[in-house]
């Protein structure tokens, strides 16, 4: 059996109506199928699953670790991508009023993974980083 490389993730979220905004409107993920407990999403050819869950009280960000002068938010989860569509998403999301947690800057300039990255909460608290390489041949240089 032969299958295509990808991942799935369940996220918790509080209201599926904002979950619809962020990931389908500020995002622009095309939405799956769903039911009125959960949303199936296209994240760049991969499932992000967006649960109802009844405890809003749960923390989505339990921590912060530092990384190149930032509190990078944990845990988290994201995607790498070519540097123009990082670009694109950082202004889809400027254009949103989108408040950052981390804004977008290049990181580790002139290192081994060098790389663009942003942070960002979706409506439940969720932290996403988005990131891309100078050189993709990089990602897990040391």
């Not at 959960?38 to 699953?49: G, I, L, R, S």
């Not at 109802?52 to 509190?71: F, I, T, Y």
């Amino acid at each position: 059996m032969t299958t295509r490389p990808g991942f799935h993730l369940a996220i918790p979220v509080d209201d599926l109506g904002k979950a619809r905004d962020f990931y389908g409107g500020v995002l622009g993920l095309s939405e799956g199928r769903s039911a009125s407990v959960w949303v199936d999403w296209n994240f760049y050819e991969h499932q992000v699953v967006t649960h109802v869950v009844a405890d809003a009280a749960r923390p989505a960000v339990a921590g912060h670790n530092p990384v190149d002068g930032h509190e990078v938010p944990v845990p988290h989860f994201g995607l790498i991508l070519p540097i123009s569509d990082f670009h694109a998403l950082a202004d889809r999301l400027r254009a949103a009023g989108t408040k950052f947690v981390i804004e977008p800057y290049l990181r580790f300039e002139d290192e081994p993974g060098e790389q663009w990255t942003m942070f960002l909460l979706d409506p439940a608290g969720n932290a996403l980083e988005f990131k891309a390489f100078r050189d993709e041949s990089q990602i897990f240089a040391k």
